[in-house]
C-alpha cells in the first residue's frame, strides 16, 4: 500500500506539473481528491487494511493529500500568473483596429449653442423668454417706434398674415422688451430666445427664417457701460477667452443711442475668411431704450434707464462650429445633424 | 454709397491722414465703412508721354509712327492707330509690361513691320470713359515720365460705405455730408460752400403747380446759353472715382450735384416741355409713360408724376421721361430740384423695380430746405465751367414746407447717466459745436440748449437721446469703461416648459438615438393636401416666399414627414424629432392672436422587419417605448394606453394602429398627452417611401402644455427585494381575440400578490396552436418581500394559471 501510495504521489506530481490550464487542473483535483477520486479511493480501502498498516496508510495518505493540495494551489498559481502574463503581453493586439461605434442621436447645433447663452445668461440672472412668433403688428412694429411707413414694414421684408393685417411673423425677437414691460415693473434682466422670419431669398448666409437672442435690462442705473460689460462676459464664456470689443454707431428705431458692437476675431491675428480680413467680427445691435419704447409700456423714463441687444444664434452658431451654409440648419439632413 | 477722398477734400483738409485711418474714424464715429480701394490703380503705371515725332506708317494708311519722349534715356517707338496722335501733343503711354483695365498686358509688337514699344491710350482703354474715337491728349504742362495719376492729380482712394448704415442720416448721401462728421470727428475746419443763388433776370418765372402733398417743395429755375458737350476732366475724374460713367456735361452735373449735396435734381430741355408749365400730380389709372431708359411703364394712383401741362415727363425722384430729356442740341434748361414724400417715392420704385441712385436719396426723406441750396450749387458749378450761362428768370419756389431746424433742450447729467461715462459740460457742448449744432448755456444749470440745423431735423435729432448719441459717437464710444452689472439677484422664476424641453431634447437625443431637426414653420398647401390636412385651418401668409407655402404650422408632424425621404434614400434607420411652436387660428384670443402650442414630434421609420421578427420589432412598438421612457425619464408616471378613435386633424395616423397616452392630471383627472401610430398605409407612397424605399414608419406627437399640467410621478423609490426571486417562463395559447392585458391580469391574479413582472417575449401563432389562435409566452418573476420563494410556489402558481387559462378559453402550453 505504501508503494501504491508513493506511485499515486508520483503520478499526481506529475500531473499537475504537466497541467495546461485551470480546467484540467479542477479535473486532475477532482480525480486525485475528490469523493470519488484515487485518494478517496485509498482512504476508503483503509478499513480493510491489516491494523498495523492502517496508522501509517492513513498518515501517508494524509500527507500526500496536504502536499497535493498544495502543489495544486502553487500550479494553480503559476498558471494564474502565466495567464496574466500572456493578457498583459497581448500579442494580437492591433491598435489600427476601430473603435465600434457608440449608437447615439444628436442635438440640433442650433440647440447646443442656444443652450450655451441662455446658461450664461441665467447664470447672471436673467429670466429666458420666448415671446410669440405670429406676432401682433403693435409688438412688432409700432410699441418699437417702427412707424407705420417704415421701409422694414413693407411686404417685400416682413411676412404678414391674412386677415387685416395686424399679425406678422416676428421680424426680430424684440417685442418681446415691450411685453416684459407692459407685465410688471422694473427692474428687469430679460433675455429671449427664438424664431424670427423675414423674407430673404435664400442663399448660404440668409434664410428666411433664422434664430435671434434678444436682452432687455432696466434698472435705476444701468449704462452703456454695463451694457458693453455684459457682452463682454457673454462672448468671453462663449469664446473661452476674453475679446476685444468696440462699438460704433448703428441705428434701430427702438433704441437712442443705438450702437454696433463688433468682437476681435477669434480666428486670426491679421484677417481671415470669418472676419472678411478686417479683424473685426460685427456681433451685435445694441443699444439704450428708446424713451418712447418706455413710453409705449408706461415705463418711467426718468426713473429708469435701460439698454437691449439682439444678435443672431445662427451666425453665431456657424462661426462656433465652423458651418458655411445657414441653409443646413433647416434642411433637415442627417448627414449635417450627425455630425453635433 | 461711395464716397472719394479727392472729392472731399473739395470741403474738407484732411491732410496728415491716411485713408485707412479716415476710412475707421468713419466706422468708429458715423457709419460702418465696408472697405476701400484704390481708382484706377493703373495710371500709376501709365506714364506721360511728349510725341516728339509722327510718322505715317509706311505699310498701312491709318497707322502712325511715333516717336515718344517717356523720360527715359531714349524715345520709344511707338505705333498708334489714332486719327487724332500728332507731334507736339502731351499723351497716356502705357509702356511694355503694362497692364490695362481688362486684364490687357502690353507687349513687344511688330505692326506691319514696324516694331512698338508701348501704346499710346485712349480714354476707354484706360476705363476712364466710353470715348474712342482718338487718344487722350493731356494738358500741355503734364510733367513728361511722371505717372499720370500724380501728373494730372488723379490718385485718390475710394470709401465704400454701407447704406444701410445711412437709412437715418438722409444729411449723409453726398460728400458735403460726409465731409461734415470728419471734419467732427478730426476737429477740422470744414470749407465754405457757397449756396447762394447768383442773380437772375427778371423775365417771368416758369409756372409750377403742385395736385399733390406727396410733393412738399418744388423749385424750377430756368436757365439759358447752355453748350452740351464733354465735362471737364476734373468732373470726370470725380465721377469715375465713385463708380459713375461720365456721359455729357449736363447729365454729369446733374450728377454730381446730387453726389456732392445729396439732393438729387433733373434737369429737362425747356424746349421740349409744353407752354403751360410744371404740374405735380399723382398719375391716373392706366395711365402710360416711357422712362428715358427707354421703358414704357404702366403707372397706378400711387404714382407720382412731374407733368408739362397735363404730359409726363417725369416719374417723381425716380426717373426722367425720354420724351424731355437733355439732348445734344439743348441750350435752355428746366432744372427742376425737389423735395418729394419718402414714402410714395419707395413705393414707386419698387413696384416698377427702378430703384435708382434719385430714390435711394429720396426714400430717406430729404432736408426741405436743400432744394433751393442744391439749384444754386449746380448753377454756380455751370456758370464755372461755361460762364455763359444766364438764369432769365428768379426761381419758382413752390410747395407746402418749413424748415426743420429745432432747439432741444440736453441735460449734461443725462448724456452721463446713459453712457455711463464722466464727460464734463464743456466736453458735452464743445462736442456737439463740432457737429455744427448750435450750443447755448441755457439759463438752468447743466442744461444745454441745442439748435439743431435743418438738415440735422426731423426723424433724426429731435430728443435729448439723440443728442446723447451725437456726444458719445464724437467724443468716442471707446471711452465707455466696460462696467458689470450689480444689484439684487435673485434666481429667475422656475420655467417648467423650458426644463422639460431640455429634458425630451436630451433623452431623445442620447439613448433613443433620435436626431433633432429645425424644420420650417411655413407648409406648403400641396404637403397639408397629400397628408389629408388640407381642410384645417392656418395661419395664412398674405405674401409667403414661394406660392402656397402660406400655411404656418400647427403641428410640427407635416414637416417632419417631409424630410423623411430623402434621409431614408441614405440611410436605413432614420429617428428626427422637434420640440418647437405651432399655431391654431380657430383658437384666437380677444386681440386676434392664435392659439400658440407647444409640442414634440416624432418620426421613426426604418426598412421593415423580416416577418420572422419578433413581435415587437416595428418602429410603432419602437416608438411607444420610447415615448414611454421618455415619460419616465421626465418624471411621470407610465401612461394609460388607449386605442385611439381617429381625428381628422391626424389624418398621418393609421386608423387601428394608434395608441393615445394619457396621463393623471392631478385633479383626479386623465389628460391626453400624446399619440404614437403607425403612418396611414395611403402616405407611404405620396411621400416616397414605396418601392425600394419602402419603409416601416411610426410617428408621435407630444403636446407639452399638456404634460406640464400632468401630475410628476407619485411614488418614488421602490426597495430592492431582499429575498431571491423565482423565474418562470409561461406560454398561454389562447384565442387570437384575448387581449395581452387580459392574460397578464390572470397571471397577476395567480401570483397573489408574488408576480414582481410580467413580461410579454413571444408571440406564436401557427398549426400547433390552432386556426384564429396564438400562443403568447411571458417571462414571469415571482418574489416576495418575507421570504424565499420554494418549488412549491411555482407550482401552485402554475396549477393556479393552467385554471385561469383554461377560464379564458385556452391552455398553459409550458412551464
Given amino acids: 500500500m505504501e508503494e501504491r501510495i508513493g506511485q499515486l504521489g508520483t503520478e499526481a506530481r506529475g500531473r499537475i506539473e504537466g497541467a495546461a490550464d485551470a480546467e484540467a487542473l479542477k479535473t486532475i483535483e477532482r480525480e486525485l481528491l475528490g469523493k470519488q477520486g484515487v485518494l478517496a479511493e485509498v482512504l476508503a480501502s483503509i478499513p480493510g487494511l491489516e491494523p498495523a498498516e492502517r496508522p501509517l496508510v492513513g498518515r501517508l495518505a494524509n500527507e500526500l493529500k496536504c502536499e497535493l493540495l498544495g502543489s495544486l494551489a502553487a500550479r494553480r498559481e503559476a498558471l494564474d500568473q502565466e495567464r496574466l502574463a500572456t493578457d498583459r503581453a497581448c500579442d494580437d493586439f492591433d491598435p489600427t483596429l476601430p473603435a465600434r461605434r457608440a449608437v447615439r442621436g444628436s442635438l440640433h447645433p442650433i440647440t447646443r449653442v442656444r443652450r450655451k447663452v441662455e446658461d450664461v445668461f441665467t447664470s447672471m440672472g436673467y429670466s429666458i423668454l420666448e415671446g410669440p412668433q405670429v406676432e401682433l403688428d403693435y409688438y412688432n412694429f409700432q410699441a418699437l417706434n417702427i412707424p407705420a411707413d417704415h421701409p422694414a414694414r413693407e411686404m417685400q421684408d416682413t411676412f404678414y398674415c391674412t386677415g387685416g393685417g395686424n399679425l406678422v411673423m416676428r421680424t426680430h425677437t424684440s417685442p418681446v422688451q415691450v411685453r416684459t414691460m407692459e407685465r410688471a415693473e422694473p427692474p428687469y434682466r430679460v433675455v429671449s430666445v427664438g424664431r424670427v422670419f423675414r423674407k430673404e431669398e435664400q442663399d448660404a448666409t440668409h434664410d428666411h427664417t433664422f434664430h435671434q437672442v434678444e436682452g ?11 451694457l458693453i460689460g455684459t457682452l463682454r462676459a457673454l462672448l468671453a464664456r462663449l469664446f473661452g477667452r476674453e475679446l476685444d470689443t468696440r462699438l460704433r454707431p448703428g441705428y434701430f428705431p427702438f433704441v ?16 481671415c475668411r470669418v472676419c472678411s480680413r478686417t479683424t473685426w467680427i460685427e456681433f451685435c445691435g445694441l443699444g439704450m431704450v428708446h424713451p418712447r419704447v418706455f413710453a409705449a409700456s408706461d415705463v418711467d423714463a426718468e426713473r429708469y434707464t435701460g439698454f437691449a441687444f439682439g444678435f443672431g444664434l445662427d451666425r453665431l452658431t456657424m462661426m462656433l462650429l465652423g458651418i458655411d451654409d445657414v441653409r443646413h440648419f433647416m434642411a433637415g439632413d442627417l448627414r449635417f445633424l450627425e455630425q453635433f | 454709397m461711395l464716397i472719394s477722398t479727392r472729392w472731399l477734400s473739395r470741403h474738407v483738409d484732411l491732410g496728415g491722414l491716411a485713408p485707412e485711418e479716415i476710412a475707421e474714424s468713419l466706422t468708429l464715429s458715423t457709419a460702418e465703412v465696408e472697405g476701400t480701394s484704390t481708382f484706377a490703380p493703373h495710371l500709376d503705371q501709365v506714364r506721360v508721354g511728349f510725341v516728339q515725332a509722327r510718322e505715317p506708317h509706311p505699310d498701312a494708311d491709318k497707322l502712325s509712327i511715333c516717336t515718344v519722349d517717356v523720360g527715359g534715356a531714349e524715345p520709344l517707338q511707338i505705333v498708334c492707330g489714332a486719327p487724332n496722335v500728332d507731334a507736339g501733343q502731351k499723351v497716356a503711354v502705357a509702356e511694355v509690361g503694362c497692364v490695362l483695365p481688362g486684364d490687357f498686358k502690353i507687349k513687344k509688337a511688330k505692326i506691319r513691320g514696324a516694331a512698338s514699344a508701348g501704346m499710346i491710350c485712349s480714354v476707354r482703354e484706360l476705363d476712364l470713359g466710353d470715348e474712342h474715337d482718338g487718344i487722350w491728349v493731356l494738358d500741355a504742362d ?51 460752400l457757397d449756396l447762394s443763388l447768383p442773380p437772375t433776370g427778371d423775365g417771368r418765372p416758369v409756372a409750377v403747380r403742385i395736385e399733390s402733398e406727396a410733393c412738399s417743395r418744388y423749385v424750377a429755375l430756368a436757365v439759358d446759353g447752355v453748350r452740351q458737350g464733354p465735362s471737364p476732366d476734373w468732373l470726370r475724374m470725380l465721377l469715375l472715382a465713385v463708380g459713375q460713367r461720365p456721359l455729357d456735361l449736363l447729365v454729369d452735373l446733374s450728377n454730381f450735384v446730387m453726389l456732392d449735396l445729396g439732393q438729387p435734381n433733373h434737369l429737362f430741355d425747356r424746349g421740349r416741355l409744353a407752354g403751360e408749365g410744371i404740374v405735380v400730380r399723382m398719375a391716373r389709372p392706366g395711365e402710360r409713360t416711357t422712362t428715358l431708359d427707354g421703358e414704357e411703364r404702366a403707372l397706378g394712383e400711387e404714382d407720382l408724376l412731374i407733368c408739362s401741362g397735363d404730359e409726363p415727363v417725369a416719374l417723381a425722384g425716380i426717373m426722367g421721361g425720354e420724351g424731355s430729356k437733355v439732348l445734344d442740341g439743348t441750350t435752355e434748361l428746366l432744372l427742376e430740384v425737389a423735395r418729394f414724400d419718402p414714402v410714395t417715392v419707395r413705393r414707386s420704385a419698387i413696384r416698377l423695380g427702378l430703384r435708382s441712385d434719385a430714390s435711394a436719396r429720396f426714400e430717406k426723406g430729404l432736408d426741405p430746405a436743400l432744394p433751393m441750396e442744391a439749384a444754386a450749387h449746380l448753377v454756380r458749378t455751370l456758370s464755372s465751367i461755361q460762364p455763359q450761362v444766364s438764369l432769365p ?31 464734463s459740460d464743456e466736453e458735452i457742448a464743445g462736442g456737439l459745436r463740432r457737429l455744427q449744432f448750435g450750443v447755448s448755456t441755457g439759463a438752468r444749470e447743466g442744461v444745454l440748449r441745442v439748435a439743431v440745423p435743418s438738415r440735422r431735423a426731423g426723424k433724426d435729432v429731435a430728443l435729448e437721446e439723440d443728442l446723447v448719441e451725437e456726444v458719445g459717437r464724437i467724443v468716442g464710444y471707446e471711452r465707455i469703461p466696460v462696467r458689470s452689472l450689480t444689484g439684487e439677484i435673485a434666481p429667475p422664476p422656475y420655467d417648467g416648459r423650458r426644463e422639460l424641453t431640455r429634458v425630451i ?5 442620447g439613448g433613443a438615438r433620435f436626431h433633432e431637426v429645425l424644420s420650417y414653420s411655413f407648409l406648403s398647401d400641396e404637403l397639408l393636401a397629400t397628408l389629408g390636412l388640407d381642410e384645417l385651418p392656418h395661419v395664412r401668409l398674405a405674401n409667403p416666399v414661394c406660392e402656397g ?99 381628422r386633424s391626424k389624418a398621418w395616423a393609421h386608423p387601428r394602429r394608434a395608441l393615445r397616452a394619457s396621463l393623471p392630471d392631478g385633479d383626479g383627472g386623465q389628460r ?56 418562470l417562463d409561461v406560454a398561454l395559447a389562447l384565442d387570437a381575440t384575448v387581449g395581452v392585458d387580459a392574460c397578464v391580469a390572470a397571471i397577476e391574479r395567480c401570483g397573489k400578490g408574488l408576480v414582481a413582472s410580467c413580461e410579454l417575449f413571444d408571440v406564436f401563432c401557427g398549426e400547433s396552436v390552432g386556426a384564429g389562435r396564438r400562443s403568447l409566452a411571458f417571462h414571469v418573476l415571482l418574489a416576495s ?19 385561469a387559462a383554461a377560464d379564458l378559453g385556452g391552455e398553459l402550453r409550458s412551464e
Fill in chain 2, 142 to 192: 503734364a510733367p513728361v515720365g511722371v505717372g499720370v495719376a500724380e501728373a494730372l492729380d488723379l490718385r485718390d482712394t475710394v470709401i465704400e460705405i454701407d447704406n444701410k448704415s445711412l437709412t437715418h442720416r438722409p444729411d449723409l448721401w453726398g460728400h458735403r455730408g460726409i465731409a461734415g462728421e470728419l471734419a467732427a470727428i478730426h476737429d477740422r475746419e470744414l470749407l465754405p
Fill in chain 2, 785 to 803: 418581500p418575507e421570504r424565499t420563494l420554494g418549488e412549491a410556489d411555482g407550482r401552485k402558481f402554475l396549477r393556479r394559471l393552467e385554471r
Fill in chain 2, 393 to 423: 428768370s428768379p426761381p419758382t419756389d413752390e410747395g407746402s414746407w418749413s424748415d426743420q431746424a429745432c432747439e432741444v433742450e440736453l441735460r449734461a447729467e443725462r448724456v452721463r447717466r446713459l453712457l455711463g461715462l464722466d464727460l
Fill in chain 1, 216 to 226: 432687455l435690462v432696466v434698472g435705476e442705473d444701468v449704462t452703456a457701460g454695463h
Fill in chain 2, 505 to 509: 431634447q436630451d433623452r431623445l437625443s
Fill in chain 2, 672 to 727: 391626453e398627452v400624446g399619440l404614437v401610430a403607425a403612418l396611414e398605409p395611403g402616405l407611404h407612397r405620396s411621400l416616397g417611401l414605396a418601392d425600394e424605399l419602402a419603409s416601416d414608419v411610426a410617428v408621435a406627437r407630444l403636446d407639452l402644455d399638456g404634460l406640464l399640467a400632468c401630475a410628476p410621478r407619485t411614488g418614488g423609490y421602490r426597495p430592492i427585494p431582499r429575498y431571491p426571486a423565482t423565474k
Fill in chain 1, 256 to 271: 437712442e443711442p443705438g450702437f454696433e458692437l463688433d468682437v476681435r476675431c477669434p480666428f486670426c491675428e491679421d484677417g
Fill in chain 2, 549 to 647: 407655402e402660406h400655411n404656418v404650422r400647427r403641428s410640427l408632424v407635416p414637416g417632419l414627414l417631409a424630410m423623411v425621404e430623402q434621409n431614408r434614400r441614405r440611410r436605413e434607420d432614420v429617428r428626427l424629432f422637434e420640440v418647437g411652436e405651432a399655431y391654431l387660428p380657430e383658437h384666437e384670443n380677444e386681440r386676434g392672436e392664435p392659439r400658440e402650442v407647444h409640442e414634440v414630434g416624432l418620426v421613426w421609420a426604418c426598412v421593415p422587419s423580416g416577418a420572422d421578427a419578433r413581435f415587437d420589432a416595428g418602429c410603432f412598438c419602437g416608438l411607444q417605448g420610447v415615448v414611454e421612457d421618455l415619460l419616465a425619464f421626465a418624471g411621470y408616471d407610465a401612461p394609460t394606453w388607449e386605442a385611439w378613435a381617429g381625428e
